[in-house]
């Protein structure tokens, strides 16, 4: 027994100098906007090749895919400004869905959204203004029907909406709870206490940030608008 409590000794001091460096180690800051992309080099038109699908591989009612656009996403430069995109590539029956599309907020910035509907060919057969887009939950988009000659979703970064700050206020609930000791009168309980918080968020449009598509059948499943 006398051996083994030197042992326990540094066990004990090594948990706690393991659990003082994951204590001290802070977290890392959230991204922040990018509002400039000089340097990279860029494409005059986009390309479908690389399209993500809209389409999931279960038999859905409604689906959502969420994407990075970062720093190796390609780029498009027309009319000398240039802006990062991500294609999505719709699914059958197109006509038959809902798409809802836009730049996440983020902790400190927002993908400023711009969007074209592309046809086979990856030619633009329409894009949207920038009066159509509006805060949809927690994104800035746009939500349409597309056409049935249409194929694809551009989502581009707009320049017109880069570097802009954006404050908004919000209010979440916030719960505390407890535990109230019994006495010789009465029985202990636990009880929980909601109170609002108020504030405000600043944010950047970003060349760079998140993008969210959501499908949404509005017959049968996505891509299958006879399936029951």
């Known amino acids: 027994m006398a051996i083994m409590k030197p042992f326990r000794i540094l066990m004990a001091m090594a948990s706690v100098t393991v659990l003082s460096a994951c204590a001290s180690t802070p977290p890392a800051p959230p991204p922040t906007a990018v509002v400039d992309l000089a ?68 902790a400190v910035r927002t993908f400023a959204p711009s969007v074209s509907l592309l046809d086979a060919d990856g030619k633009i057969t329409r894009t949207f203004g920038d009066d159509r887009f509006a805060n949809i939950g927690n994104m800035l988009g746009v939500q349409f029907r597309p056409m049935p000659t249409e194929r694809y979703i551009l989502v581009q970064s707009n320049p017109r909406l880069v570097g802009k700050s954006v404050s908004t206020f919000a209010t979440r609930i916030a719960a505390t709870s407890g535990y109230s000791p019994g006495t010789a009168y009465s029985y202990g309980y636990s009880y929980q206490v909601q109170h609002g918080v108020e504030g405000s968020q600043s944010r950047v449009f970003s060349h760079e940030g998140s993008v969210a598509v959501t499908v949404q059948a509005a017959t049968g499943k996505i891509g299958l608008p006879d399936e029951k």
């Open 39 to 106: 340097g990279k080099t860029c494409a005059s038109t986009p390309s479908v090749k690389d399209a993500i699908s809209l389409t999931p591989e279960k038999k859905e009612a409604y689906y959502t895919v969420s994407t990075l656009v970062d720093s190796v996403k390609p780029c498009l430069t027309v009319d000398n400004t240039s802006s990062n995109y991500v294609v999505y590539a719709l699914p059958a029956h197109a006509e038959n869905h809902t798409i809802t599309v836009g730049g996440l907020q983020e």
